[in-house]
């Protein structure tokens, strides 16, 4: 018998040896397994998901059922748990977790300041609450002088209204925000391709806080407190808004005055008393340190 056939046996042998110890020790038809999960739903109201009812399964046989078995089994049989259910198919969480897989790294790590314009941006979106509806309201702001550079107000706060907000941030200040920081949290709208690809297509860097730090991008949240407290709570109320009884157009009028007061004329004390459009005026080229 030649060597070569002598190496094949060999490894047919130990291939069947693996498998053969990867074969449960006792086996049960799926029909058994599926009247156990049948009655455990019918007796708790179809309320077991599928990791407890592979411990119950497994249990009531007395050995260990593989999890996704049992997984597929319910999936397959329309046995799933009505608590909590899975949102969306199985192929729009693999792109969500490769997607959380290239999560941009924090770029400006709480450091909420910047030595010239329109280099470090931060984003954020806010709800707007309405009479009739609410409607957000997504801002990007200059860390260089707290300006307000773009602004887009929206039903939904979704990718296509973070799309907007950067194009017009573009057609408003020109193509020069290459390699600009634009930072925001973790939200999906941030996170969805339309958006990032929007970006990256202006030679723009993506920065994103960690997931549920506030911290991380602290300067919008005092933006939008802003906005709320001085150009709606001061106007028509905070219970008011609160308890939805100002009609949304009135709303959103509001913080469209308010932004452009808050740009052109509101005085910083950071800023020395001048207001963001006023101190970038004065400061066109940024405020580099001058060494002599």
Known sequence: MSISLLCRIADVS?????CFLKQP???VEDTEILEIIARLQKENFNGIGYRNMTTLVSGELGYSVNRK???RLMRDNDLLSAVRRRRWSDEVYARRKEILKNVPPDLIGRWFFALEPR???VEDITYLYGKEHTEYLNTIEDLFNGEILSYSISTSPDSKLCV??????VSTWG???KDTILHSDLGSSYMSCEYMNTVKSYGMRLSTGKKGSCYDNAAMESLNGIIKTEGLYCRFGKTRIKNRKVPIDDIVKAVVEFIEYYNNRRPKDALG???PVEFRTKNPRGT?????
Do not use: C, M, N
């Not at 907007?164 to 941030?169: A, C, G, P, S």
């Not at 580099?288 to 002599?292: C, Q, R, W």
């Open 175 to 177: 193509e020069g925000f």
């Open 14 to 18: 130990r291939k069947s040896y693996y």
């Open 69 to 71: 078995h049992i997984y």
């Open 273 to 275: 008393g001048l207001s």
């Open 119 to 121: 280099k470090r941006l």
């Open 164 to 169: 907007e907000t950067v194009d017009l941030l």
């Open 25 to 27: 020790a006792v086996t």
């Open 288 to 292: 580099y340190p001058v060494v002599i």
